[in-house]
């Protein structure tokens, strides 16, 4: 099992940016997948974007074009850039791992974009 803290989270001015970082407890390239996910008030957790551990990404639409995902290998972390922030993108950001089919949820960082 893997464990993962995610931080960087943050009050943001619409079209701005912020990033993500999610340390985990082990080497990040023998994680099978990393993924994003982001909760808003009164919705659904949703996958925002997740990187495999041959490097393969992928991204939710609402997010293409503006996100970046990636790995830090020195650090055990993998970011999530977030560029040109809209008030949509607000909610709670969970890091979440998934090891040898175990799954490992972060406690979330808030992010907040006003317009």
């Known amino acids: 099992q893997v464990d993962v803290v995610e931080s960087g989270g943050g009050l943001v001015q619409a079209g701005g940016s912020l990033r993500l970082s999610c340390v985990a407890s082990?080497?990040?390239?023998?994680?099978?997948?990393m993924n994003w996910y982001r909760q808003a008030p009164g919705k659904q957790r949703e996958l925002v974007a997740f990187i495999t551990s041959g490097g393969t990404t992928n991204y939710a639409d609402s997010v293409k074009g503006r996100f970046t995902i990636s790995r830090d290998g020195a650090k055990n972390a993998v970011h999530l850039q977030m560029n040109n922030l809209k008030p949509e993108d607000s909610g709670d950001y969970y890091c979440?791992?998934?090891?040898?089919?175990?799954?490992?949820w972060g406690q979330g960082t808030r992010v907040t974009v006003f317009s």
């Open positions: 082990k080497d990040i390239f023998s994680i099978d997948t």
């Open positions: 979440y791992a998934i090891a040898k089919a175990f799954g490992s």
